[in-house]
């Protein structure tokens, strides 16, 4: 089983729909991150928990919000999805310290329509 | 504040060449340097880090980085490419001084021809 998993891993959905990307992990870490990558623009941060009442908005959080259910659950959700949010959206994990590396799920590709 | 920056979108080699790719970075403290792969339709997986210590950084599937401090550069290199490193590579910097998050870079597509 992957340490990392992410639900849906894919998702078509209408504009205006909530849209919920869940996340969960094994690895143990107290630190979890949600990213979107769209072609060309690399990831960029939509939100991160550093633990379960530590959560903080990434470089992009407008139009998103977060829950972190648990030390190993973290879920983001689209209240509203409008299409220029159809991108792929990663989960990630990572130890308490700064030096540590990213653990990454597959991903979650979402299209609004 | 911190940044990373891959200048090319695309390197082409032929199997059996060594390969780089290139990264440049700018933090205010000392950098801590990462590289990750993504194969297509997978997650991102790390490939080596530096934090401290020797410059030349050794990783997973024969990959190494250097890191030159005058040239704020993290170029990660493989001495003889294979079909199978073709992937999308990321660079990522984060300041060691400080909380802030890790910062991706654009991303390079490797093609590596038979």
């Known amino acids: 089983d992957a340490d990392v998993t992410q639900t849906p891993r894919n998702r078509i959905t209408k504009t205006g729909k909530r849209i919920m990307l869940e996340c969960s992990q094994t690895?143990?870490?107290?630190?979890m991150y949600w990213y979107r990558q769209d072609p060309g623009l690399g990831l960029q941060l939509i939100y991160y928990?550093?633990?379960?009442?530590?959560?903080n908005k990434g470089e992009i959080s407008d139009g998103y919000s977060v829950s972190r259910q648990a030390q190993a659950k973290f879920s983001l959700s689209l209240e509203s999805a409008i299409p220029n949010q159809t991108a792929l959206y990663f989960c990630?994990?990572?130890?308490?310290?700064?030096?540590?590396?990213?653990?990454f799920g597959e991903g979650s590709r979402l299209t609004v329509l | 504040a911190q940044s990373v920056a891959q200048p090319e979108d695309q390197v082409n080699v032929a199997e059996g060449n060594p390969l780089t790719v290139k990264c440049t970075y700018s933090?205010?403290?000392?950098?801590?340097l990462f590289w990750y792969v993504q194969y297509p339709n997978r997650g991102l997986q790390f490939l080596l880090k530096?934090?401290?210590?020797?410059?030349l950084v050794k990783g997973s599937y024969g990959f190494e980085a250097e890191f030159n401090k005058s040239q704020t550069s993290f170029h990660l290199k493989k001495p003889s490419a294979l079909v199978s490193d073709s992937a999308l590579y990321f660079c990522?910097?984060?300041?060691?001084?400080?909380?802030?998050?890790?910062?991706f870079g654009k991303g390079t597509k490797l093609s590596v021809k038979p």
């Open positions: 990630a994990t990572s130890d308490s310290g700064g030096a540590g590396e990213l653990f």
């Open positions: 690895k143990g870490h107290d630190r």
């Open positions: 928990s550093f633990d379960v009442k530590d959560i």
């Open positions: 933090v205010s403290g000392n950098p801590y």
């Open positions: 530096y934090i401290t210590g020797d410059n």
């Open positions: 990522a910097v984060r300041d060691g001084g400080s909380q802030g998050n890790l910062i």
